[in-house]
């Protein structure tokens, strides 16, 4: 397995489709572009259903509304939500989106070498605990995933809250 601790090279490997590991505001993550090869990918590195839906995270809320089309009524509570560790459920034309515009600011330079949305999942195989640091990433991924961006954690301790924008209710 490929490892990096420089931002630039596992943007890059993002952007050369490769699913890799990296630090989130509180666990370890995996993703990749959202495409349906990564998709299929980090289903089958995690054991999990294709069905299974993942989230996307996005640099800022310009990024977010230039990639999908969201109704005006919605922008104030994204605009709230920006910078924060909630993730949003989105109504768009197409379907709903789980979406979030982080703060942590080593996530939030990822993402923003990367300038793509990146589909993001926690770092675990299906039904288990995630993992905690890059021993654990290389034991459980090491040849079902291309590499892992080393850089420290953010400081949460708990999942992020989940935000259904329909109703405006927190849903965790």
Same mark, same amino acid.
């Given at each position: 397995m490929n490892?990096? %601790?420089e931002a630039n090279i596992a943007a890059k490997w993002i952007l050369d489709k490769k699913v890799i590991a990296y630090p989130t505001e509180?666990?370890?993550?995996i993703g990749g572009l959202n495409i349906p090869e990564i998709i299929n990918a980090i289903s089958l590195a995690k054991n999990r259903? %294709?069905?299974?839906?993942?989230?996307?995270?996005?640099?800022?809320?310009?990024q977010l509304i230039d990639q999908f089309q969201i109704e005006e009524k919605y922008h104030p509570l994204? %605009?709230?939500?920006?910078?924060t560790f909630t993730t949003m459920l989105i109504p768009t034309k197409q379907n709903k989106i789980a979406a979030r515009i982080p703060g942590d600011k080593n996530l939030l330079h990822f993402l923003k070498l990367v300038n793509k949305p990146i589909l993001s999942t926690s770092a675990n195989l299906s039904g288990e605990i995630t993992c905690r640091n890059i021993q654990e990433i290389k034991t459980i991924f090491d040849g079902k995933i291309?590499?892992?961006y080393d850089a420290p954690l953010g400081d949460e301790k708990k999942p992020s809250r989940i935000l259904d924008l329909i109703n405006n209710e927190y849903i965790r």
């Open positions: 490892i990096t %601790k509180g666990v370890w993550g259903g %294709k069905e299974k839906k993942y989230i996307l995270l996005f640099h800022s809320f310009q994204i %605009k709230n939500n920006e910078n291309f590499g892992a």
